[in-house]
């Protein structure tokens, strides 16, 4: 029996439509990730792309994919043996993290607020992990109103989630990774579910 693959989460609530425009102005490039490749190359091998100002690039991949362990080799872990990530300027990498606030905050508070100051720092990037993860009904529009309006004021936010519709309605651009390596760089009218799950299941090289 071949083994079972464990599907990308769908949720039935949309984003609104007023917080995506997905006639974005491409900005310049800011980030370039040239061939990057795990210490151990069975997690990612030789993966490349770029990143713009404005843009949310999504990052797709199923469980075992190693999609995670990509994200955390761009933040900087032990996991990169090779290969070149180009930053201009002064900019600076950033995830989320509530461990900084109290726990009178819920989770959705937290993340609102984590979220909300980036708008008074200087870091033109963004790394966001699973944007709504543990957050209440109803609260996850606040969120991606909140990373669109980040995109719109020029920041550069790389968003890794398992849930297909928030990569669908918030990428411009996705990244499909399937058993380490880059399997699609999807444009904003190819991100679709079933052309994600097309690529995230497919063995062997392009």
Known sequence: MPPIIPEMREITRQVPADAFDA???????CMEVDHLTSSNPQLFNDISFELHRG???????????????????ILGNSLKSSGSIYVTGKNKLNTPSGNTL????????????????????????LVINEPTKGIE????????????????????IIMITDKTSELTAMSHRLLVICGGKLKATLDRENINRETIMRYAKQSGNL
């Not at 909300?116 to 720092?121: G, N, V």
């Not at 009904?137 to 550069?156: C, H, R, V």
């Open 55 to 73: 843009e949310i690039l999504g990052i797709a991949g199923l469980a075992g994919s190693h999609s995670h362990e990509f994200v955390e080799s």
């Open 137 to 156: 009904a109803g609260s996850e529009n606040e969120i991606y109103a909140i990373m669109a309006k980040l995109a719109k004021q020029g920041k550069a």
């Open 102 to 125: 109290n726990n009178n905050y819920s989770e959705s508070d937290r993340q609102k607020i984590i979220l909300s100051s980036w708008f008074t720092i200087s870091s033109d990037i």
């Open 23 to 29: 006639e974005y102005i491409i900005g310049e490039v």
